[in-house]
């Protein structure tokens, strides 16, 4: 696969300035250059657009799984120079989530700079004299899907607190809204973007796209994206559907799917959860857990590797590394194809239809050198569910999904506790910028 990711041109360098945050900070977008950009964008200039959008998607990833990863007990991060993540992150003592800590307040503003550029390029594109309808199409089906996405991973970091859906207008953003408003939400611009995406002609690159520079390829994506919303909404028959219109498989490769890519070329980006091996200082390592519940002869037991000693900070101790993201040009899934078995494993379980379920899980089980061993005609939904939430554990192991799992499931008090003391917190409280 290809590793390089698309420069940011000047052009986009200049527009990062002007799209700083979601709130009231844009610059005067009145300006005759922005204006014409606006009202009538050539084809390259729209491309810088999206390169800017996919470039923006990677900023600060490393604290969104850091943050779940934490959260969700996958692992710990020890910083010399950082006590909060095992502090704030871990509840320690009397210490609690601050919605001005860097933790909520970067990602959250990172992913609505991206938001931004994709209204922008909507506009842009809708706007445009110069492309066809079908570019068009491909444009604003691109930004629609990146926008819900980006939504959809803000909510799943402040869930009952809500985000705000509405932020065309910086000095008129719309409210904050609950949970199943933004799911609906979400859903609804991914049915936006897939309708555009039906008739759509893709101008421009699209790297990390396993299955292609197509607006099949994108289509897919946008569906896999649906497919994980829909469960996040119960809703398990539009999982299935959606699963059916995605690049899902039972028999397809387990990493199918789209990631964001880094590189070493002159403007880009290094894969920031890269941490070597046996590091001192900085490290990422597994929570001991991982390695004490995984069943014997499981492969993924290679995300979690065994140090030469083990690292220690404040009361917390691991022997094994997280090595999920083995060198700094590795990347980092949005969605691929395993979670989508599991997907389908979970919505086949919940619409009554646990054999189909239970293969699914096997052909994960099989994949990673695991015999058949989830379903004999006896064995329970609630068995099922323990089961599909064990896979997703090892199968999505740092990215990002344990917590959000758990949660979903009203399971966070099962997750160990890991000093006298300790919390585990059910969502991220707003940034100080949104209260």
């Known amino acids: 696969m290809k590793r390089n990711f698309l420069i940011l041109p000047g052009l986009l360098l ?27 964008a050539t084809k390259d200039e729209l491309n810088n657009l999206v390169s800017g959008t996919q470039s923006g998607m990677r900023s600060v990833v490393n604290l969104y799984l850091d943050d779940a990863g934490t959260l969700g007990r996958e692992g710990y991060r020890f910083s010399a120079s950082e006590p909060r993540y095992v502090t704030d992150l871990l509840g320690a003592a009397n210490a609690t989530l601050s919605g001005s800590n860097f933790y909520i307040a970067n990602p959250w503003a990172a992913r609505y700079r991206v938001i931004k550029n994709c209204n922008t390029l909507i506009q842009a594109a809708t706007n445009s004299k110069l492309i066809t309808a079908q570019q068009k199409s491909g444009y604003t089906g691109f930004a629609k899907t990146i926008k819900a996405y ?18 065309d207008n910086p000095d008129n953003l719309g409210p904050l809204v609950s949970p199943a408003d933004a799911l609906t939400a979400i859903a609804s611009l991914l049915d936006d973007g897939k309708a555009d995406l039906s008739s759509a002609d893709i101008a421009f690159s699209l790297p990390g796209f396993t299955s292609g520079n197509t607006s099949i390829s994108l289509l897919q994506f946008n569906r896999a994206i649906a497919a994980r919303v829909a469960v996040y909404r119960q809703q398990w028959s539009g999982a299935l559907t959606a699963l059916n219109e995605s690049f899902f ?52 037991i290679g995300k979690a590797t065994l140090r030469t000693a083990a690292a220690s900070l404040d009361g917390l101790s691991s022997n094994r590394d997280v090595w999920v993201y083995t060198s700094s040009t590795d990347v980092i899934p949005i969605i691929r194809n395993e979670e ?21 899980l096997n052909v994960i089980r099989k994949g990673h050198g695991l015999g058949p061993a989830v379903y004999n005609g006896t064995v329970t939904k609630d068995e099922l569910i323990t089961e599909m939430l064990k896979q997703r554990r090892y199968s999505l192991f740092f990215e990002g999904h344990r917590w959000i799992d758990l949660r979903r499931y009203n399971l966070l008090g099962t997750l160990p506790i890991d000093r006298p003391g300790d919390d585990v917190w059910t969502e991220f409280p707003l940034p100080v910028t949104e209260q």
Not at 249 to 262: A, E, I, M, T, W
């Open 14 to 40: 200049g527009m990062a300035l002007l799209y700083s945050s979601c709130k009231k900070d844009y610059g005067n977008l009145n300006s005759p250059t922005i204006e014409a950009f606006l009202n009538n």
């Open 249 to 300: 498989g039972l028999d397809k490769d387990f990493h199918l799917g789209v990631s964001h890519v880094f590189g070493t070329g002159s403007g880009d980006e290094l894969n920031p959860m890269f941490i070597p091996q046996n590091q001192t200082g900085e490290v990422r390592v597994a929570h001991p857990s991982y390695a004490a519940d995984i069943e014997s002869g499981d492969d993924r």
């Open 340 to 360: 989508l078995i599991l997907i389908y494993a979970e919505a086949n379980i919940q619409t009554g239809n646990p054999a189909e379920g239970a293969n699914a």
């Open 150 to 167: 980006q939504l959809l991973m803000n909510l799943n970091l402040t869930d009952t607190n809500g985000i705000r859906i509405d932020v």
